[in-house]
């Protein structure tokens, strides 16, 4: 399976910079969707590993970050680079972390590690649900807030410092009296056991010696930052000749290749499912098998109603005609 990995360099450049100053196809556009957006997040906490050792970055301003491991962290500061954006410690002379592209260069107390690489990020603000008893977890850049047993019990206290665990796991540790939590997120596709809607994490709480199970982030993550290709549509396979293609952008937007012609449209996730709306194609024509092919393309896309990830990273869109099934 393969991860779905966030390109959070051009943040960590912002960042140095902002403390050092530094003919083809038509396609129609759908008219605009009035909905709510949803908050752009606080910040990022970004996993990487280098080697075997695994570490999160946390920016905490224009031009700190705080870097940690299991066993250590430290808050380190923006300093001048002839490229990428590079980092030093500000209490230890000896470490330093320089991002250069997608990969970055770790040394630690004067010991250089192997190249580092991102994997699985989580955005702050953060939440988590679960099921049976039901519980909502909330983590924000300054709070952490959880409300059990269907909303008997809440929980509210200052965001502890993330702790970093083996296989890119991130740990919250809380002890607000007369309570104890711990909170482990890991990067596993987890699906709601009440709606069925997917989430990039699975994610555990140990509450008072109580343990509950749950799901979190945002699923739009799982949808979003990839080009995805379409590889069998309503049961029939699509010919390696064509290109049938799709992008969902930010701002609910969806693009992409249908098997003759390119098209645009709209998608809306909820608790409810996946609605993809307001699809406009340009007008190529294309030899008639590749035609009927794309007529059940947009018809089984405009009847989607939820989507499927599996553990192989495969996509699958799910209407009541058939689904659409990419990688």
């Keep these: 399976m393969r991860h779905k990995i966030l390109r959070f360099v051009p943040i960590l450049m912002a960042i140095s910079a902002l403390a050092f100053g530094c003919s083809a196809p038509r396609v129609i556009e759908p008219p605009e ?3 709510v957006q949803p908050e752009p997040p606080v910040h990022e906490l970004v996993f990487m590993r280098c080697g075997t050792l695994d570490i999160l970055i946390e920016p905490v301003s224009a031009h700190r970050l705080i870097l940690s491991t299991s066993t250590l962290t430290l808050e380190m500061t923006a300093v001048p680079s002839a490229s990428g954006a590079k980092y030093e410690a500000a209490d230890d002379g000896f470490s330093s972390f320089w991002s250069k592209g997608e990969t970055a260069t770790l040394v630690l107390r004067n010991q250089v590690y192997p190249e580092c690489r991102t994997t699985e990020p989580i955005h702050l603000p953060y939440r988590a ?19 059990y047993h269907y ?4 929980l509210s206290a200052p965001k502890p410092p993330a702790q970093v665990q083996r296989g890119a796991k991130v740990r919250y540790e809380v002890t607000e009296k007369p309570h104890s939590l711990r909170v482990d997120i890991e990067p596993q596709i987890c699906v709601d056991t009440m709606t069925g809607m997917p989430s990039p994490h699975r994610v555990s709480l140990y509450l008072d010696g109580e343990e509950l199970q ?6 739009h ?7 995805w290709r379409v590889r069998e549509i309503g049961g029939e396979s699509v010919p390696e000749n064509l290109q049938v293609t799709l992008a969902f952008g930010p701002e609910r937007r969806l ?4 098997p003759c012609n390119r098209f645009a ?5 909820s608790a409810e499912g996946l609605l993809i709306q307001q699809v406009a194609a340009t007008k190529v024509a294309c030899p008639p098998a590749t035609m009927q092919l794309e007529q059940l393309f947009f018809s089984l896309l405009e009847g989607v109603s939820r989507f499927e990830m599996g553990r192989d990273a495969r996509l699958t869109l799910h209407s009541a005609q058939g689904s659409i099934i990419a990688d």
């Design 33 to 35: 969707v009035q909905e």
């Design 129 to 147: 649900t679960g099921n049976e008893p039901g519980w909502r977890l909330d983590i924000t850049e300054h709070q952490l807030i959880l409300s």
């Design 151 to 154: 909303g008997a019990g809440r």
């Design 214 to 219: 749950g799901c979190g982030g945002d699923p």
């Design 221 to 227: 993550h799982l949808l979003q930052d990839r080009q």
């Design 255 to 258: 693009q992409g290749r249908a």
């Design 265 to 269: 449209g709209t998608y809306h996730l």
